[in-house]
């Protein structure tokens, strides 16, 4: 069952923030995020073990509560490069079978 | 060379017709995967692979089979090609023993069914 991500699509101007949701019915043990360029293949951004952990990189940082089974990322202060679609993927709890199942996207606009 | 390579980029077949993708890898990963994309419905799998012994159906696997010849190609076959497989193919590859790293995407193949 694939997770639930929102916003589906989200415009902004340089500089501002915005934050990707991801929620899933199911136990995680880790949930991945992802970002795809048009016509690119998906790039890993970064992984959030069972744990409650939050972790950055760059100017992107992102949570997981494993009790909600949700995981947000976080996009501050916004940059051109910035745009594309963002896929969370989730790992089942159980954590043997390493496959992930992916959200839908969310697609960022970032504007001049 | 990119880590993970697949072919053919591009792919135009008829209805019927028998097609087979291939990816490889130089990262050393024993796992792999094959996914599709289409529009608004992100990337569902269709087979992985643990090793060369260990071959498992994903999601949406119907009309599709995979064969692990080596650790480092993972092919996957279209047996009679029919228009809503026409999709964005992806191969990706992991190593979970750093219980850090994440997938390791292919530039992917389109294919279109006509």
């Known amino acids: 069952q694939q997770p639930v991500q929102s916003p589906q699509a989200v415009i902004l101007r340089e500089g501002e923030d915005a934050v990707i949701n991801c929620s899933s019915s199911?136990?995680?043990?880790?949930v991945h995020w992802y970002r795809q360029k048009h016509g690119e293949a998906p790039v890993f951004l970064m992984i959030l073990l069972k744990g409650g952990e939050q972790k950055g990189h760059e100017k992107i940082s992102a949570s997981f509560n494993e009790k909600k089974q949700q995981s947000s990322l976080y996009l501050t202060a916004s940059q051109l490069s910035y745009s594309g679609t963002y896929f969370c993927g989730t790992e089942r709890s159980g954590g043997s079978n390493y496959k992930l199942t992916f959200g839908k996207g969310t697609l960022l606009t970032v504007n001049p | 060379d990119a880590d993970v390579t697949q072919t053919p980029r591009n792919r135009i077949t008829k209805t019927g017709k028998r097609i087979m993708l291939e990816c490889s890898q130089t990262?050393?990963?024993?796992?792999m995967y094959w996914y599709r994309q289409d529009p608004g419905l992100g990337l569902r799998l269709i087979y992985y692979s643990f090793d060369v012994k260990d071959i498992n159906k994903g999601e949406i696997s119907d009309g599709y089979s995979v064969s692990r010849q080596a650790q480092a190609k993972f092919s996957l076959s279209l047996e009679s090609a029919i228009p809503n497989q026409t999709a964005l193919y992806f191969c990706?590859?992991?190593?979970?023993?750093?219980?850090?790293?994440?997938?390791?995407f292919g530039s992917g193949t389109r294919l279109t069914v006509v």
């Open positions: 990706a590859t992991s190593d979970y023993g750093t219980g850090k790293a994440g997938y390791t």
């Open positions: 199911k136990a995680l043990y880790s």
């Open positions: 990262k050393g990963h024993d796992r």
